[in-house]
């Protein structure tokens, strides 16, 4: 078993798989997932919040940037995550495979953080397709992986901080020919083939040269040339082949190394970035939404066929109802037209990561509900005519209510809003998730 894990250990080291390239790799890493983790969290709370949360309206633009900084995180995690496991890929061979507890504690710690890394990011892109083929719900899931992934990362910078710490600079990991100075309990003794050849060499002795069956060495040469060859079978032929396989040039390896992981992160950021940030708008190659596509020149996620209100939305009965407590009153949609209109630049910024600026028409919100008394405290509860769905339903708080850039939009960019986008009315707050922006409007409550 020892010989086997150190032959294998042997076998995938580099100049690149070693403490200080895992620390390297290891610190974008933790700052990707942790500005993740923190976008993650205000986008989780925008669409749960806790009663006393109260949430900034200014600047309007705010959650287009956290959400797309979110997404674009994510996805630079891919090719980050893939580099540390190439770089501790030795680790997985050690002997004895656990040392202690604290050891332990760390390798199912690590086990934990890669598998749940994995399900977060993979779903977490699958979810930018607007693709779900997991059997579980995406947000609660998504939202209890990052809570898992933070605590085992926790767990394993406090047992390796010491390692960390060494290998933290440079100038603490290489000796003076650059070769990287191993920790002690990570050095690998050379296999007994290898001692045989690096005594047979230190003699200017090649063992392939010694195996004519008619002469006769000393006893002590004897056993090198022996032990020198190859093993039989596959395998033991295979571990040769890696012994004898020359070294890469190391330093030229790590820039090699570094330099392909910073352009291939680079470069899947710099294609899809332009699905939320407009100067990157040309170069959106891997984004599935451009923007300026779509009815009124904007993309959508759920349409009108889907939330099954083709006809509702439609009808020429449709009104908008707004109640507070026993007052009521109803708008049709030329009623609301006859009211002042207002215009906002305000943002469509989605939690699969696009987002556009989009310039909407409409009455304003504070001024519809205080037609049924609303307050400055209030907030709401609003309703479409989608027939189901998990955002049908929308709570608003009333720092959304009285911001005088909501609107319940009836226009969008120069146009009337088309189905698509929620005709004959929709919601349009600063700084709110997409989902939250209610489409087709149906009934309004002001919750006292």
Not at 11 to 18: H, I, K, L, Q
Not at 216 to 235: C, Q
Request: charged share 20%; aromatic share 10%.
């Amino acid at each position: 078993m020892r010989e086997m894990l150190y032959g294998l250990r042997r076998a995938v080291s580099s100049p690149n798989r070693n403490a200080r390239t895992a620390v390297v790799i290891g610190r974008l890493l933790g700052a990707a997932f942790t500005i993740c983790l923190f976008t993650g969290l205000y986008s989780h709370f925008l669409q749960d919040p806790a009663s006393w949360m109260r949430f900034p309206t200014s600047p309007v633009s705010l959650y287009r940037f956290t959400q797309g900084i979110h997404i674009t995180s994510g996805i630079a995690c891919f090719p980050l995550l893939f580099a540390k496991l190439y770089a501790v890929m030795p680790q997985l061979f050690k002997f004895p495979p656990i040392k202690s507890v604290v050891e332990g504690l760390e390798r199912g710690s690590i086990a934990i953080f890669v598998a749940a890394s994995l399900v977060e990011i993979f779903t977490g892109l699958l979810d930018t397709f607007q693709y779900y083929p997991e059997p579980f719900d995406f947000r609660q899931t998504h939202f209890a992986m990052a809570i898992v992934i933070g605590g085992s990362l926790a767990v394993h910078i406090g047992v390796k901080l010491p390692l960390i710490q060494r290998y933290w600079l440079k100038k603490n990991s290489y000796d003076a020919n650059g070769d990287f100075i191993t920790p002690e309990e990570d050095v690998v003794p050379p296999s007994a083939q290898q001692t045989a050849r690096a005594r047979l060499a230190a003699q200017d002795l090649d063992e392939a040269g010694l195996r004519d069956p008619a002469l006769v060495y000393s006893k002590g040469l004897t056993d090198d040339v022996v032990a020198s060859r190859p093993p039989r079978g596959v395998v033991g032929r295979v571990f040769d082949w890696i012994d004898r396989t020359p070294q890469v040039d190391k330093m030229s390896s790590r820039r090699g190394f570094f330099a392909s992981i910073g352009v291939t992160t680079a470069a899947v950021v710099a294609f899809t970035v332009g699905q939320s940030a407009t100067p990157f708008t040309g170069i959106n190659f891997f984004a599935p939404r451009k923007n300026g596509y779509g009815p009124n020149s904007l993309p959508i996620n759920r349409s009108a066929a889907a939330a099954q209100v083709l006809e509702t939305a439609m009808s020429p009965d449709w009104t908008l109802t707004v109640t507070r407590g026993d007052a009521s009153n109803s708008f049709t949609l030329e009623q609301l037209e006859a009211m002042p209109q207002y215009e906002a630049a305000l943002p469509i910024a989605c939690v699969e990561g696009w987002s556009q600026m989009a310039h909407w028409k409409g009455v304003r919100l504070h001024d519809l509900v205080s037609l049924v008394g609303a307050t400055e405290p209030e907030s709401l509860k609003v309703t479409s005519l989608e027939k189901k769905g998990g955002y049908r339903i929308m709570l608003m708080g009333s720092e959304y209510v009285h911001d005088p850039s909501t609107l319940v939009a009836l226009h969008l960019n120069g146009e009337r809003l088309d189905i698509e986008h929620g005709y004959p009315a929709r919601m349009i707050a600063p700084g709110r998730p997409g989902v939250l922006q209610t489409k087709w409007l149906s009934t309004i409550e002001v919750l006292t």
